[in-house]
């Protein structure tokens, strides 16, 4: 059983309210937990997410499964794939198989903290000498991922008053971060006589094909035996992302540590697990229609003229673009849910989504569209993918500034 590396406070019920203008906007709910129909005469003009806390916790359980039990490190990068780190986080704070979570920017580090998450948190990046007393204050694990990391941290751990956690960050073959698998053991041992440092985590990253993903194994498996034989702690030991952790067994270790397995997402459409394991989607991309207009054939939209008007058609448009997150790929096939009913996406540019409605329509301005989502399958990223033969890690990067809004359940 794993213990925490960080005390365990009250859990704090996080209810992020970063919803900014859109409270003002009265909305009705239907069957689907999906609001469909302002009240109010007012509209947003900003696109917004909104999250579901059961669905998080949901996918939590199901991974810890598919991982033999095996506790889970959320891997939180990029702002949680720009679906929001803090509001993830603290979701994800109340989940028994979730230990921790992981980062790549020491500023995100310690806004998760101070946004009130409770359990460990590890930055797999480099951090800012500015930020070094914040980080420490703030119990994050550092990775040491070359010489020069270490000599940052042991500098650092010569200023402060408590011990520093540290994670070793093994290069087993990926390539692009951590120590050159065959230097570890020294720097470990460096590491080991400094009274200022503890190693609480070691971890590596595990490539997609299968056979060398079996070799990195075995190599950082040599790594934990000479560490052991030298009576050198290591802490929790982990290397699988999402991949590896559906296809190799032996890379669950202590614990495993997903990326996209977390917001609902396999790696890879029809995987087997998909069956045995069903994820939820627990996020919504939604945006009002702001504009309806009748066009007329012969009309087109877009700079380049992408989509032309053949007969009589109604044409909403969204205020959300590529700029957004919204892949501009949406435009060769992607859906978009008005009410209870799935229109075609036309056309995609940095700030807005046009969808054509037919020759004619009950929509009217104002109208909530939910253009990524659990309630039809046509619109989860998996059905967004399939839709514009893509990849569903098209539909999981959203900017950071859109506003968010969580939910116990949808």
Not at 100 to 121: E, L, N, Q
Request: glycine letters at 8%.
């Amino acid at each position: 059983m794993v213990e925490n590396q960080t005390s365990t406070q009250p859990r704090r019920h996080f209810i992020a309210q970063c919803f900014s203008g859109i409270t003002a906007l009265t909305l009705t709910p239907n069957l689907f937990g999906q609001f469909n129909k302002p009240i109010a005469q007012r509209y947003h003009s900003q696109p917004w997410l909104e999250l579901s806390e059961s669905a998080y916790l949901h996918n939590a359980t199901q991974i810890s499964k598919m991982a033999g039990g095996k506790p889970v490190m959320a891997v939180l990068k990029n702002n949680a794939y720009g679906l929001g780190d803090v509001q993830v986080a603290n979701m994800l704070d109340g989940s028994p198989q979730v230990f921790g979570v992981a980062v790549v920017k020491d500023g995100r580090a310690t806004a998760i903290r101070k946004g009130g998450f409770t359990k460990p948190i590890l930055l797999m990046g480099d951090f800012d000498e500015a930020n070094a007393q914040e980080l420490v204050e703030d119990d994050i694990v550092l990775s040491v991922f070359s010489q020069a990391s270490l000599k940052k941290i042991q500098a650092l751990a010569a200023t402060v008053q408590k011990r520093i956690p540290v994670a070793l960050y093994i290069d087993t073959g990926l390539g692009r971060m951590g120590i050159p698998y065959e230097e570890t053991f020294s720097i470990a041992q460096s590491i080991a006589k400094n009274e200022n440092l503890e190693i609480v985590q070691t971890f590596s990253t595990l490539t997609t094909p299968k056979d060398f993903a079996k070799e990195q194994i075995q190599r950082f498996n040599r790594i934990i035996k000479k560490l052991e034989d030298q009576n050198i702690s290591y802490g929790v030991k982990h290397l699988a992302p999402s991949y590896s952790l559906l296809d190799i067994s032996d890379s669950h270790q202590d614990m495993v540590r997903p990326g996209i397995l977390v917001y609902g997402s396999f790696p890879l459409a029809k995987m087997d697990q998909a069956q045995k394991y069903p994820l939820q989607v627990p996020f919504r991309l939604k945006a009002l229609v702001i504009r309806l207009e009748k066009l007329k054939p012969g009309d087109t939209i877009g700079f380049s003229r992408f989509y032309k008007v053949e007969k009589d058609e109604w044409i909403a448009t969204l205020p959300v673009g590529w700029a957004d997150g919204y892949d501009s790929g949406a435009e060769n096939g992607a859906k978009v849910l008005l009410g209870d009913k799935l229109y075609p996406v036309v056309n995609v540019n940095a700030s807005h989504t046009n969808v054509s409605l037919g020759t004619e329509t009950d929509i009217k301005v104002g109208y909530v569209a939910t253009l990524i989502g659990p309630d039809r399958p046509e619109i989860t990223p998996e059905g967004f993918a399939n839709l514009i033969d893509g990849n569903n890690y098209l539909q999981i990067n959203y900017k950071e500034s859109i506003p968010k809004k969580t939910y116990e359940t949808f």
